[in-house]
């Protein structure tokens, strides 16, 4: 069965540049979940989608970043302005109202 | 604050040996425990859980995880390992397991002939 997509596998950008991730989660699945994964600092949590509920956007770096999710499937997350420190793996999760989160192979952003 | 530790970095085992990898939480409620493994360019594969129950948990790949509230410790446990286990372990906690999850910062895996 088709798991979580996400597109572009990989994304090279100039410094300054906004970009666009997408996520295309598990058919079905109710919850949304964007991740940052770089050296260093590990996983952390970005931003939480549940249904119609108000997103969850306590883990969001800064104002540049910002992320929607489309009649409650796809997701797209927007990094405006990029910087250096951007440079890393976003993966996104899905899962069902009362499950475990499922991964996609994430999108690796390379700032230049 | 919800936080994980998992103390070792880097582990080396040799195939066919016994595997025990740490993690420690701190969580103010009953948690909601998950361990998760990456192999390089793959997203993160749910390897088991724990929610309510038993606490000796079995997952996928023959891996097994015991939950210690005493101890606020989730070990992973597989009595032999092969070379292809080798790859990145992650242990996560979350709440009722649908929000967002605190990832440790990993141990890495390898294992020798």
């Known amino acids: 069965g088709a798991g979580v997509s996400q597109s572009p596998s990989n994304k090279v950008t100039e410094k300054g540049k906004d970009v666009e991730l997408r996520c295309d989660p598990i058919?079905?699945?109710?919850?949304l979940y964007w991740y940052r994964q770089s050296l260093g600092q590990g996983l952390e949590f970005l931003i939480y989608f549940q249904g119609n509920s108000a997103p969850d956007k306590s883990g969001l770096p800064s104002d540049r970043f910002s992320a929607e999710r489309t009649g409650g499937s796809v997701s797209t997350l927007t990094i405006q302005r990029t910087q250096q420190e951007d440079s890393a793996v976003y993966l996104c999760?899905?899962?069902?109202?009362?499950?475990?989160?499922?991964f996609g192979d994430g999108t690796r952003l390379s700032i230049l | 604050a919800q936080s994980v530790t998992q103390p070792d970095i880097h582990i080396t085992v040799s195939e066919g040996a016994s595997l025990e990898l740490r993690c420690n939480y701190s969580?103010?409620?009953?948690?909601?425990l998950f361990w998760y493994v990456q192999s390089p360019g793959q997203g993160l594969q749910l390897l088991l859980k724990?929610?309510?129950?038993?606490?000796l948990v079995q997952g996928i790949k023959g891996f097994e995880a015991e939950f210690k509230r005493s101890q606020s410790s989730f070990n992973l446990r597989k009595p032999s390992v092969h070379w292809s286990d080798a790859a990145e372990y992650f242990c996560a906690v979350g709440a009722r397991g649908n929000e967002k999850l605190t990832f440790g910062t990993g141990t890495r895996l390898t294992i020798i002939p």
């Open positions: 999760a899905s899962s069902p109202e009362w499950g475990s989160q499922h």
């Open positions: 724990y929610f309510s129950g038993d606490t």
């Open positions: 969580y103010g409620a009953t948690p909601y």
């Open positions: 058919s079905g699945h109710t919850a």
